[in-house]
């Protein structure tokens, strides 16, 4: 277990945000997972983080900053045991690598193997709860570990109980994904066929469906080596059927897919668009030129103006379209 007082997040957020924590905890086994659990028994105060990738500071955290750096990757038949610290592409490309299929519509997302368990990662229709077979983990309050079925676990879009009622409660230790032996691509969501079609792959196998989508988010999602950000800012609202068609009749030909339960999920970033906010800028913080979903640290911006862009776009999809855009982004 490595413990370090005043500790830097800079490398631990993609929105390039320079705070501080009191207290810098990681855990490298699940006995040392055990260790840091007791630890916290005894705080009021404590931010358990993954790769920072969703996550915005809004200064300096006078707590103690929890963070797993537990790796290992574990085939069991068509199952992966992954460390909670492994990087989720990387689990991505192992399953590709080892014709394991399933996970390739999840391709480039940012963040760690823990935080797909937590924020219910997805992606061109697939999500980690599609995936997911069982989370193991330290109760804080205990230190026991326990094996948590994905039934329990509640997912639903960008949703779990580990955000819920189960907040601060577990430390992540492993996730172990139930993937297939047999390759059934899915093509229909977003622009993949358009893609396929423009480099002329008419069956592709699951590299070149990794590829594909990498590509697009590459040329859709900027680097945050390059540009600070957090990737998709706002969850897509899910609305009533009425209220859809309500919005439908103004706005001719605006985008929507229909779930399961009747309900319709209407993308954030065409509202943001259509309300003149893409490529603009309030102060440092701006809307992504190419995805109006992404707030983007365009340079030195704080975390208080990438908060008031956060909050003049929610008033103003709000008062255009009378629907409340909810942060995915966890704001500290």
């Not at 989370?135 to 804080?140: D, L, Q, R, W």
């Amino acid at each position: 277990m490595t413990d370090n007082p005043h500790y830097s997040l800079l490398a631990h957020n993609t929105f390039g945000i320079d705070a501080c924590c009191d207290r810098f905890v990681e855990y490298q086994s699940t006995e040392e997972a055990r260790q840091v659990a007791e630890l916290l028994r005894g705080l009021d105060n404590y931010l358990i983080i993954g790769g920072g990738s969703n996550l915005l500071l809004t200064g300096d955290y006078h707590g103690t900053v929890v963070h797993s750096a537990l790796k290992g990757i574990s085939r069991q038949g068509s199952r992966l045991v992954c460390g909670s610290g492994e990087k989720w592409d990387d689990v991505v490309d192992y399953c590709v690598s080892n014709q394991l299929y399933g996970a390739e519509n999840l391709s480039l997302i940012p963040g760690d193997v823990g935080a797909s368990a937590v924020q219910n990662i997805g992606a061109y229709g697939v999500e980690a709860a599609d995936l997911i077979a069982e989370v193991e983990a330290v109760e804080i309050a205990t230190g026991r570990v326990v094996a948590i079925p994905v039934g329990d676990c509640c997912y639903s879009y960008r949703q779990s109980r580990f955000k819920q009622d189960w907040h601060n409660r577990y430390l992540i230790t492993r996730v172990t994904y139930q993937l297939s032996d047999t390759f059934e691509p899915r093509l229909d969501y977003g622009n993949i066929r358009g893609e396929l079609e423009r480099r002329q792959i008419l069956h592709p196998d699951a590299r070149q469906l990794r590829e594909v989508i990498i590509g697009i988010r590459r040329a859709k999602l900027p680097d945050p080596e390059v540009m600070g950000n957090a990737g998709s800012f706002f969850m897509n609202p899910v609305v009533s059927r009425q209220k859809y068609e309500s919005l439908a009749a103004s706005y001719p030909g605006m985008p929507h897919y229909t779930l399961d339960d009747g309900r319709e999920k209407i993308p954030a970033g065409w509202m943001i668009e259509q309300c003149g906010w893409k490529g603009r800028s309030l102060g440092r913080a701006g809307v992504h030129d190419k995805q109006a979903l992404v707030l983007v640290n365009r340079g030195g911006a704080t975390s208080a103006e990438i908060v008031k862009l956060c909050q003049t776009v929610r008033h103003d999809v709000f008062r255009q379209f009378g629907i409340d855009i909810h942060p995915e982004v966890n704001i500290v």
